[in-house]
């Protein structure tokens, strides 16, 4: 396998697969650029190289991805509206637009681009073959460039025609990580696959159904489990303990149940809140207590973990060489019920600043720790959502697969 690094892109044109899905306002201009500015060392590498760049993304989810026709018509999910900011981003480079993907001008465009040049294809999800993972659009789509290029980490977990298919159509000596997508893999399997123990993740948000997978994976990595969100109580019930009208996945409690009995046979320290901020409606303004997380009453719930709680998690926090934080401990978004998830960003920060490597991902958690300022205090913060939490999960993605092999 190559890498991006050591490669030399002179003389070639590099189909580069970007996740480039930002968010638009109403006058579809971009309001947050930073998908396109963590790829921005990928395309400049390989311009500085004297390379071209054939760049690839999808962008929302238009309608037309249910035709297999390229429509193209659906306005607001067209790819010329990241236009404007890439000109700005390279000044004085050529950037082109190519207004189908799959059509012949595509494929001249493609051809007659000069070295040092851009050139951004429409959106990939305009062609439904994208996401059913079509061979023979993939193969079109591989005939644009030289050499492939994935930078989309956040559609790794995809097996679209663009994202992985593609890459068949290239040997490996052809195909690689983009720099961002590399240093994603590289810092999750540094989690993943560490030895620095104590190795600690820690887990929130609101639905276990979401994270069981992660918490049954990594009962084989991890040595302590802190569990905290609405996700907690159902633990809570599972052992026997009051939780009010706090979130509750009934169908999940036996899950929960096998889940404590295995870390417990694996040695996993699973902790749970000793204490929570409970109130008696879901509203900032609700009338506020703190309890035992195991005794809240009839007609409350927990909606954060409380300061005994966050005292009890201090200790493990501290000592950890290795942190996996996703999910917040409480309703963040909420001034009342945001102070756990505050202090438990604080103390991610303050033991990364002691040595431990610490890795953010997947949603809310990186909202939480964006909130609070600490973004620059944690060793990483992945882009990746819902790839990431797959990845966590133990499956193989067929992003990385379809580059590395395994
Ligand atoms: P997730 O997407 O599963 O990581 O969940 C994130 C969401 O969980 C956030 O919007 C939080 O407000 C919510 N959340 C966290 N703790 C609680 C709780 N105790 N009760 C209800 N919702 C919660």
């Not at 996703?326 to 505050?342: H, I, L, R, Y």
């Not at 610490?358 to 609070?372: I, Q």
């Not at 944690?378 to 379809?402: D, M, N």
Request: hydrophobic share 40%; proline share 3%; aromatic share 8%.
């Amino acid at each position: 396998m190559n890498t991006i690094q050591t490669f030399n892109f002179q003389g070639l044109k590099a189909l580069v697969r970007v996740d480039f899905n930002v968010p638009l306002d109403e006058n579809f201009q971009i309001t947050d650029d930073t998908r396109i500015v963590s790829s921005l060392p990928t395309i400049t590498k390989i311009l500085n190289d004297g390379g071209s760049v054939i760049l690839m993304t999808h962008f929302g989810r238009p309608k037309s991805m249910n035709h297999s026709v390229a429509l193209g018509s659906e306005e607001k999910y067209s790819t010329i509206h990241l236009l404007p900011r890439l000109k700005v981003l390279f000044p004085g480079i050529e950037i082109l637009f190519a207004e189908d993907c799959g059509s012949e001008e595509a494929y001249k465009m493609a051809k007659n681009l000069k070295p040092k040049e851009i050139l951004l294809l429409e959106n990939t999800r305009f062609y439904a073959e994208e996401t059913s993972g079509d061979v023979e659009f993939a193969q079109l789509l591989a005939t644009l460039g030289d050499v492939y290029v994935n930078d989309a980490f956040g559609s790794a977990h995809r097996a679209h025609a663009s994202t992985a298919i593609i890459a068949d159509f290239f040997s490996s000596e052809q195909k690689m990580f983009g720099f961002l997508m590399q240093k994603e893999v590289d810092n999750a399997d540094k989690v993943l696959k560490s030895n620095d123990k104590p190795m600690l993740a820690i887990l929130g948000g609101a639905k276990i159904s979401d994270k069981i997978l992660i918490l049954q994976n990594l009962l084989d990595t991890a040595t302590h489990i802190i569990i905290g969100g609405g996700m907690a109580y159902t633990f809570i019930k599972a052992k026997g303990g009051q939780i009010g009208n706090s979130l509750f996945e009934e169908d999940r409690i036996e899950t929960c149940r096998e889940i404590l009995k295995t870390a417990e046979e694996k040695g996993v320290k699973i902790i749970l809140p000793l204490d929570s901020t409970i109130a008696d409606k879901f509203a900032n303004e609700a009338t506020l207590k703190v309890c035992a997380s195991s005794e809240i009453p009839e007609g409350w719930m927990g909606l954060d973990i409380g300061p005994k709680a966050v005292e009890a998690f201090t200790d493990i926090i501290l000592r950890s060489k290795t942190i996996l934080w996703n999910g917040p401990m409480g309703v963040f978004e909420m001034e009342n019920f945001s102070k756990g998830t505050e202090e438990i960003a604080k103390l991610v920060a303050k033991s990364t600043s002691l040595g431990c490597f610490s890795l953010v991902g997947g949603g809310d958690s990186v909202a939480a720790v964006t909130k609070f300022e600490l973004q620059d205090q944690v060793s990483f913060i992945s882009t990746g959502g819902g790839a990431l939490l797959e990845y966590f999960e133990g499956k193989t993605l067929p992003g990385i697969k379809a580059i590395r092999n395994v």
